[in-house]
């Protein structure tokens, strides 16, 4: 299972409220630090809808839950952001005003991997350069002193957010290794139960079971050999073994009922290990498996699916549905993601596709009303299994 995806977006809630503040308070210090030197006509007004743009931006992207469901709206957030610096800038004619591009800096992890924030950076840091040198008419040393030092702070804020946002996927991916850890262990269990039942019944079965029947025999031959007045005790005996009899292939039969596989407690136990998973049992299974490879291959697909989910889906909520047939078990998962169908995910689909291969079952996928499905269909016949 692989989440390390760079170009992931992080859930609102994940972000640091700290560093939120912390870019408020450095826009609105700006802002006052800054002094329009432009004299042309209307530089107050394009100064001050700069800042307005950038703080817009920038609350939208750290505040608007709809930048975790749409990666365009947050890259056009962040160049409402970038416009609104370089209205800044160029209004203000002040380093200071590069302040802004530190936290612009800060919020580029979040959407784009290391390298493609470091190269946005260089890029925007030498448009920067170029207006110092041929609009402002600076010297070259100051104008690359200047652009240097601000650079080093862009490249500190990036690299502490890019320290919490791996801090935050490799959270997110041991959470759900512990839950992929719990739910196979529920299912280990149960089969390990399974396992010394269905033992526990073949012994009774094969040992006290053959002897009963071996008696009843020699009984039933004695019956017609023995005097008449000691019919009655023969009969007495043969009747109290019938019932010995009958009673051990009781045992046994609710022996191998009660060593089903419990698969709706496994997959449960999957979701209570993943807070941030909003998951939806839309059906479950009437009654558990017996056949315990078919239980481990469906949750095996699921922990797949769940990964898959987390990992490309627009949101955090799964629905899935369990049913059973007289002729196949059929599990689907389904979760909001609005990507083209072009560029699905795929990574997972072969491991899927080889589990449901190996009991001659198949796996289909499908994009329909901005909803990722996984469909699992196995062959299953349970009298196979009794």
């Excluded at 005003?97 to 936290?103: R, T």
Aim: glycine share 4%.
């Amino acid at each position: 299972m692989d989440i390390s995806d760079d170009s992931a977006i992080m859930q609102s809630t994940e972000r640091n409220n700290i560093l939120l503040l912390a870019g408020v308070l450095g826009w609105l210090a700006v802002m006052l630090i800054t002094r329009i030197n432009a004299v042309f006509a209307g530089a107050g007004f394009f100064y001050y809808s700069g800042f307005a743009l950038f703080i817009g931006g920038f609350l939208f992207v750290n505040l608007s839950e709809k930048v975790d469901n749409r990666k365009q709206l947050a890259f056009v957030a962040l160049i409402v952001q970038l416009v609104g610096f370089f209205l800044v800038f160029g209004c203000a004619q002040s380093s200071d005003a590069l302040i802004l591009l530190v936290i612009f800096a800060g919020q580029l992890p979040f959407f784009a991997n290391r390298r493609q924030a470091i190269a946005s950076l260089l890029a925007i840091n030498g448009v920067a350069l170029l207006i110092y040198l041929l609009a402002w008419d600076k010297s070259l040393i100051p104008s690359v002193i200047a652009i240097a030092l601000n650079l080093a702070f862009q490249s500190f804020s990036l690299a502490v957010a890019d320290i919490a946002v791996r801090e935050s996927k490799a959270r997110l991916a041991l959470e759900q290794a512990n839950a992929e850890l719990v739910s196979t262990r529920s299912l280990l269990e149960q089969t390990s139960r399974q396992s010394e039942r269905l033992k526990l019944s073949r012994d009774l079965h094969d040992i006290c079971g053959h002897q009963l029947t071996a008696l009843l025999l020699n009984l039933e031959f004695l019956s017609k050999t023995v005097p008449g007045d000691q019919q009655d005790s023969v009969s007495e005996t043969k009747a109290i073994a019938k019932d010995l009899l009958e009673q051990i292939r009781c045992v046994v039969k609710a022996n191998k009922q009660s060593a089903r596989l419990d698969l709706n407690t496994a997959i449960e136990s999957l979701f209570n290990h993943l807070p941030h998973v909003q998951a939806h049992f839309k059906e479950r299974l009437a009654a558990p498996l017996q056949s315990s490879h078919h239980a481990e291959v469906l949750l095996r697909i699921c922990q797949e699916a769940v990964s898959n989910a987390l990992r490309h889906g627009s949101q955090k909520h799964i629905t899935i549905a369990l049913q059973q047939t007289s002729a196949q078990l059929r599990l689907t998962i389904s979760n909001p993601y609005h990507a083209k169908p072009s560029t699905l995910p795929g990574s997972g689909l072969a491991n899927m596709r080889e589990r449901a291969a190996q009991l001659n079952g198949e796996v289909a996928v499908s994009n329909d009303n901005q909803c990722w499905t996984v469909t699992v269909q196995l062959p299953y016949k349970e009298s196979h299994y009794d």
